[in-house]
């Protein structure tokens, strides 16, 4: 059983930044595609930012330039810099692992970003 645990969400300024990790645990194979999803008030679920085994990275458009998606693959731990925050990046932001193949999701329960002055 794989689980995911979300930390670094809070309040922070406009233009400020935030850091969040996300520590998997578990049988965690190979081929697997760890990434960060958020999801806003009365929004859908959005991707954000996608880190595969190889170290290709897909970032939406909206974050670009902003965030950076990393990984330590000693500790199947993924994090998520956040630079230049602005309010509509607020939201509950989940962590996601797409696992082995064929694929199986797994996501951590989420942890809110907040970004107002």
């Known amino acids: 059983q794989v689980q995911l645990v979300e930390s670094g969400g809070g309040l922070v300024q406009p233009g400020g930044s935030l850091r969040l990790s996300c520590a998997a645990s578990?049988?965690?194979?190979?081929?697997?595609?760890m990434g960060w999803y958020r999801q806003a008030p009365g929004k859908q679920r959005e991707m954000v930012a996608t880190?595969?085994?190889?170290?290709?990275?897909n970032y939406a458009e909206s974050v670009k330039g902003r965030f950076t998606i990393s990984r330590s693959s000693t500790e199947n731990t993924v994090y998520l810099q956040m630079n230049s925050l602005k309010p509509e990046d607020t939201a509950d932001y989940y962590c996601?692992?797409?696992?082995?193949?064929?694929?199986?999701?797994?996501w951590g329960k989420g942890t809110l970003v907040t970004v107002s002055s």
């Open positions: 996601n692992l797409k696992n082995g193949f064929p694929v199986v999701d797994y």
């Open positions: 578990g049988t965690i194979f190979a081929i697997n595609v």
């Open positions: 880190l595969n085994g190889n170290g290709f990275t």
